[in-house]
């Protein structure tokens, strides 16, 4: 197969990384995320965000110009963070960095240090809420890198001592899912609740991303996770991580493990049999009791699919694209309905992502499908040509390129910018994966009634 060298990115198969973090601090009960840098990042973000959730987004900015390119911006996020305090009365403010203030070298740490001295100087002045700060600049990585560093940021920078259950207290375990769809923190939040457990999510989009229709405009949306349960993440029976492929800097639960002894289950995105039983053997351990039978009726159910599906989908062959986890986790499930997926692409550069594919895959396919990372839809398009995929899997940027394969897309992951609804898109757990096998199994038959000069109205 011919390789193309080039240096330029066309089409990206990813987002920058400060909109990761702003979506992750979306995810906090009262919280306003703010980029320091020029005004234009944050409205392509809110822009990108509106487009996908159907939701307001106001994403605060220092508004950089030329003259702070200069001389530093200290005295626009001051202002700023004051601004914020006045006009939303945030319950905290979520800071992250653009490539503008990192490059220029603003010390954004030392900046809120001094503003929180200034603060505290000022008799008549509202205290400060807790402001959070993270280093996301775009040529650093991807909107998923900094949506993790973002969280990490909350638990490193809030989470200042643990507070263990008492006696009599529900014990509760924190659950850091990473960046998945409104509908499925609702219904992971259902799952655990299941187990007679008290769940700390961190971050939860539930609400703040998928609300209801209210009379009047809220500035900040209701929901999120509390400041006061970040707080006392450190008293966890256990944390239970989603992603294979976290940076290698300490993830969130590895600081909660760290500082506090809290036991942590890296587990990849439930998606499929074996990464949905290993979730619920996770919480079969932390709560001491067996998956409740309606989850077991799930199951068997789902079972049952894979093997009235498997003469529609066998041999299938398959493009997977997005987010690196999100990669794996539907390669995994794939896989195990008998498609084949013939490349395996991800903007991402963790390094990992190959060798995960490869686990994931193996005993399932003979040889484990091509894998590229630091993709861009121009590289998968050159792939492609001599791939010949029956199918799509991935967010809505591939369309073009699924019309020019004639091949369906099944649309998952963000963003998802010309169908409705994908933020109540399930895909985890038994329920969101059976969901999800049926879209496919009728997405091949539709293509197969379409192809056909007769087609079949019975199968």
Known sequence: MERVD?????????????????????GIEGAVPMLHGSQGCATYMRRYIISHFREPMDIASSSLGEKHAVYGGGANLKQGLKNIMNKYGAGLIGVATTCLTETIGDDVPMIIRE???EMEEAGNAP??????CVSTPSYSGTHMEGFHAAVRAVVDQLCAKGSLVEDGESKFVNLLPGFISP???????EIVEDFDLGCVMLPDIS??????????????PAGGTPVSDIKRMGGAAASLEFGHTLAEKPTAGAILLERFNVSLHPLGI??????????????EEASGRPAPERHELERGRLVDSYVDAHKYLFGKRAVVYGEEDLVIALTAFL?????????????????????????????LLETPPMVEEGADF????KLCEDLSPDLLVGHSKGYRLSKKLDAPLIRVGFPIHDRFGGQRTLHVGYRGTQRLLDRIVNAILEKNQEDSNLGYAYM
């Open 6 to 26: 080039y240096v330029s990115t066309t089409n990206g198969c990813k987002l920058c990384k400060p909109l990761g973090a702003c979506l992750a601090f979306r």
């Open 115 to 117: 503003f929180r001295k």
């Open 127 to 132: 205290p400060a809420p807790p402001l959070v």
């Open 183 to 189: 509908e499925d923190l609702r219904y992971l939040k």
């Open 207 to 220: 609400d703040t991303l998928d609300g209801p229709a209210l009379e009047d405009y809220g500035k900040i």
């Open 270 to 283: 439930p998606i499929g049999l074996r990464e949905t039983d290993a979730f619920f053997s996770a919480l």
């Open 335 to 363: 896989v195990e309905i008998g498609i084949k997926p013939v490349l395996c692409a991800s903007g991402g550069k963790s390094g990992r992502m190959k060798s995960c594919i490869e686990t994931v895959t193996s005993g």
């Open 378 to 381: 121009y590289k998968i398009e």
